[in-house]
């Protein structure tokens, strides 16, 4: 299985369930890839083969002349992805493996240095201001965001959640972020355990695939 220089796959597993494997396997024909699965980082690059990729997520590979198991995802990379991430939500019932994983185009073109991706995966609408830009992100919506600033330096954020039938807006954050414009960033809003307000985590993607922790 012939690698294409420079195209590479992370990956980073938003709220694993207690338990949750700490690696992944992408089968696909002809081989597979094994990625790291860290919770508050992204993983380290792997190097993925040329062409359109097709690959199963598993914990661990079939017996030989076996089928992957049912319920096993099915992940498609096109060939035009010169950079994927692969985002991990948990499925905790889903026995092939426990999760929901949703491949992200990271090329540079498509996700370009200094620039924001927010998912929403809770069920409030969010709205939020990175200095002068604002945004509003539907329940199970993404939003792409340009930098806030030309250089690096710090600026105000502030996000708020609204969910149904409440007439005002509640906060989560109010804070001072530092823009990097070499860095990309992942912002996640999830629901947080035990609380009403979702909570919001932030995940630096640094060229070359250094560790973020």
């Not at 661990?60 to 991430?85: D, F, H, M, T, Y």
């Not at 509003?136 to 965001?145: C, D, H, N, Q, Y």
């Not at 502030?158 to 530092?178: E, H, N, Y």
């Not at 985590?201 to 640094?206: G, K, V, Y």
Request: aromatic share 8%.
């Amino acid at each position: 299985m012939a690698s294409e220089a420079g195209r590479t796959v992370r990956a980073i597993f938003i709220q694993p369930p207690d338990k949750a494997p700490e690696k992944a396997l992408l089968f696909m024909e002809g081989g597979s890839v094994e990625i790291e699965l860290p919770s508050r980082n992204l993983s380290p690059e792997v190097d993925l083969p040329a062409g359109d990729l097709s690959a199963f997520v598993l914990s661990e590979a079939p017996p030989a002349g076996e089928k992957p198991p049912q319920g096993a995802q099915l992940v498609r990379i096109p060939e035009a992805w010169s950079r994927c991430i692969l985002l991990f939500f948990p499925v905790p019932d889903n026995k092939a493996f426990p999760a929901r994983v949703i491949p992200l185009n990271a090329s540079t073109g498509d996700f370009p240095l200094g620039h924001t991706l927010i998912y929403n995966v809770s069920p409030a609408k969010v709205a939020a201001k990175f200095g002068d830009l604002r945004v509003e992100v539907k329940p199970g919506g993404t939003a792409s965001l340009k930098p806030p600033l030309a250089r690096f330096g710090d600026y105000p954020v502030a996000i708020d959640c609204l969910f149904p039938g409440d007439s005002k807006p509640t906060s989560i954050c109010r804070s001072q972020w530092q823009h990097d414009p070499e860095v990309r960033q992942l912002l996640f809003v999830t629901p947080a355990p035990g609380y009403k307000v979702p909570r919001v985590w932030s995940i630096l993607d640094r060229p070359g695939g250094k560790d973020d922790r």
